[in-house]
């Protein structure tokens, strides 16, 4: 079955405490990328991958990292979480067409963080 | 600066009253507009990509219309199981963001019996 699978689902931290989601998928899509879900803003991308070892910032990159090292795998990192990250986290995947996201991102089912 | 505007933020229908959400934008240059569909607790899910003016998808009750300035996705006959919240993003033609994706802040549709 096509999917992308995020771990873990559910997080609650401590400001500070370094941690990774990570984001797999085994559809052998080029094009991975982050998302953060808050209500009233809607999702907004914080990294996005076009292949292997590359990577480019979206609109909020500020205080996380991101590494593909893997064509099917892409974590996110929060080296320092502070509680203004608190949100529900996409990770998303798709083939390239034309340079960039192709027709059809399938998107992860989210990962809900608490930063205290 | 690009922008993504969804209105209205929420709408309530009843079964089968149709009704039109609408997604504009302002951004140089359109690379893409896509919709999707969330429900409560998951990820969104595909519905259509639009490339340029005039165009139209179709896909059961929905239909999905493009101008130069904005998008509308119609809901015709709605079910009580098209009721989710529904996303617009745009894909833009600028330089430095060939990877980006810009989503509105989407429109939750409640369908009652």
């Known amino acids: 079955e096509a999917q992308v699978t995020q771990n873990p689902r559910y997080l609650i931290t401590v400001t500070g405490k370094k941690l990774t989601v990570t984001c797999s998928q085994n559809?052998?899509?080029?094009?991975m990328s982050w998302y953060r879900q808050d209500p009233g803003l809607g999702l907004r991308q914080i990294y996005y991958?076009?292949?292997?070892?590359?990577?480019d910032k979206g609109d909020v990159p500020e205080g996380y990292k991101v590494s593909r090292k893997e064509k099917r795998n892409f974590p996110l990192i929060l080296e320092s979480p502070s509680p203004n990250q608190t949100s529900l986290y996409f990770c998303?995947?798709?083939?390239?067409?034309?340079?960039?996201?192709?027709?059809?991102?399938?998107f992860g089912p989210g990962t809900r963080l608490l930063v205290l | 600066e690009d922008q993504v505007t969804q209105s209205p933020e929420a709408l309530r229908l009843q079964e089968g009253e149709s009704s039109s959400l609408n997604c504009s934008y302002t951004?140089?240059?359109?690379?893409?507009l896509f919709w999707y569909r969330q429900d409560p607790g998951k990820g969104p899910e595909f519905l259509f990509t639009?490339?340029?003016a005039g165009e139209e998808k179709e896909k059961e009750r929905l239909k999905a219309t493009l101008t130069k300035k904005e998008s509308f996705l119609h809901i015709t006959a709605p079910k009580p199981e098209d009721s989710a919240t529904y996303l617009c993003?745009?894909?833009?033609?600028?330089?430095?963001?060939?990877?980006?994706?810009?989503f509105g802040a989407g429109t939750q549709v409640v369908v009652t019996p």
């Open positions: 991958s076009m292949n292997v070892e590359v990577t």
């Open positions: 559809m052998n899509h080029e094009y």
């Open positions: 951004v140089s240059g359109l690379r893409g």
């Open positions: 993003a745009v894909r833009t033609m600028t330089t430095d963001s060939w990877g980006k994706l810009q």
């Open positions: 639009l490339y340029s």
């Open positions: 998303a995947s798709s083939f390239l067409s034309g340079g960039g996201p192709g027709e059809t991102q399938y």
